[in-house]
């Protein structure tokens, strides 16, 4: 498989947008070749599948920081509001829940972005768990971003769900990223698979017998 880099005016590529549904600041589509010159310029040097793998590994640590610093941004908002309710006699008390929910989510935004700084260092170095990482750090960034902001909006109360809001938006945004470059399975998946293959490329778990044991069976 080889890989290419052609500019993105070339006439050959269609494109056909296939609008979301429930879904904010996204365009998901089709993209169709058709007749697209390649120059022998345009090759990049290397296996096409390796390059792709290579890419994806620099690529996931910096949307994973994109999608914890939306929910970071929630986080300042629904903290700053709180604040201001406090301070103006709004509310008297914070509820232990509400605080509760303020830690948790503090200390579960931070620990993600560490993974996915974790992740860019290894990918920047070519390290040979960079793609291992990637898709580990992704997958879990951005269901904590999703949760985390789901839990805080309930915060903000009634003004946290309008359709003007700013955090309503975010998560908005932020659910879009749970189904771009794939389903969260299929990256929990190359990592786990990274757990279970040798350093010669075969799988370290045994294949399972075409028969069931009836012993294992009655055990």
């Not at 941004?73 to 509001?81: E, G, H, I, K, W």
């Not at 996915?116 to 793609?131: I, N, R, Y």
Request: glycine residues 10%; aromatic residues 4%; hydrophobic residues 45%.
């Amino acid at each position: 498989m080889r890989a290419a880099a052609v500019d993105a005016g070339e006439p050959g590529l269609l494109r056909e947008p296939i609008p979301p549904t429930g879904l904010a600041g996204w365009t998901w589509g089709v993209l169709n070749l058709h007749s697209v010159k390649i120059r022998p310029e345009d090759v990049l040097h290397g296996d096409g599948m390796a390059l792709l793998r290579e890419h994806f590994a620099s690529y996931r640590p910096l949307v994973t920081a994109t999608a914890l610093g939306g929910a970071a941004a929630v986080f300042d908002t629904v903290s700053a509001r709180l604040t201001e309710r406090i301070a103006t006699g709004d509310l008297r008390r914070l509820r232990d829940s509400a605080l509760i929910t303020l830690g948790r989510t503090h200390v579960q935004l931070a620990t993600a972005l560490l993974g996915a700084v974790m992740a860019a260092q290894l990918a920047e170095g070519g390290h040979a768990d960079a793609e291992l990482w990637g898709a580990a750090t992704k997958a879990h960034g951005i269901d904590t971003a999703n949760s985390a902001t789901a839990e805080l909006a309930l915060l903000l109360g009634a003004s946290g769900f309008r359709a003007d809001c700013q955090t309503a938006k975010t998560r908005r945004d932020l659910s879009g990223l749970l189904y771009a470059d794939g389903i969260h399975d299929s990256l929990y998946r190359t990592a786990g698979k990274q757990h279970t293959t040798t350093k010669d490329g075969t799988n370290a778990v045994p294949a399972p017998r075409d028969q069931p044991n009836p012993v294992s069976l009655m055990a």
